[in-house]
């Protein structure tokens, strides 16, 4: 294995690890009755889904401006805007895990597409998102198994449920892109 590999995967199951945390709270003797009105409350109160999908990345309360952010990004599906806030305010937490998962429990998006400057930093930054899907015990205890064996790897992941994710660097071609008939419907740069 070569050492930028060996590290890329050390990495990854660093995050891996971290996603595992969050059982905090669950469960295991939930009904389905129960979990259907925690994931109906998830979809409608983003700062409830992201203390209970992820306590580990929210360690204190969600910010109005976050919160604020993702209600304009799930209530217009042709959003276009930016957030500009500062140094250590979970900019990348929003962008690239819980306001794609918001939009995956809703049924919005299917197809997410994360751009960066190059696509080893794209592939950094997506792969929080594939880790959490596959090791998440509390995305497991709602939503089932993610990990679709096969589809899997760096840069490019599909969910059990469907769900697509590609990373791109800035300078790679995006044109006529799609997967059978998904064509991206979520563009994170």
């Not at 294995?1 to 969050?22: H, N, V």
């Not at 794609?100 to 190059?118: A, F, K, N």
Request: aromatic share 12%; with cysteine; net charge neutral.
């Amino acid at each position: 294995m070569k050492k930028t590999d060996k590290e890329a995967l050390e990495r990854y199951l660093s995050r891996l690890a971290l996603a595992r945390q969050a059982n905090c709270g669950i469960n295991p003797f939930e009904t389905d009755e129960e979990k259907q009105r925690v994931i109906g409350r998830m979809k409608t109160d983003v700062e409830f889904m992201a203390r209970t999908l992820f306590p580990h990345l929210c360690l204190c309360p969600s910010a109005d401006f976050q919160i604020e952010f993702a209600g304009k990004v799930a209530d217009n599906p042709v959003f276009k805007g930016w957030s500009e806030w500062g140094r250590g305010l979970a900019k990348s937490v929003w962008d690239d895990i819980i306001i794609p998962t918001l939009l995956w429990i809703r049924g919005e998006t299917h197809y997410m597409c994360l751009v960066s400057d190059t696509f080893e930093r794209a592939c950094d930054l997506l792969d929080d998102l594939r880790a959490e899907f596959e090791g998440n015990e509390a995305i497991i205890h709602y939503f089932g198994e993610q990990k679709l064996d096969g589809f899997w790897e760096k840069g490019s992941f599909t969910t059990k449920t469907g769900f697509t994710a590609k990373a791109f660097g800035v300078r790679q071609k995006v044109r006529g892109l799609r997967k059978g008939a998904k064509r991206p419907d979520l563009w994170v740069i």
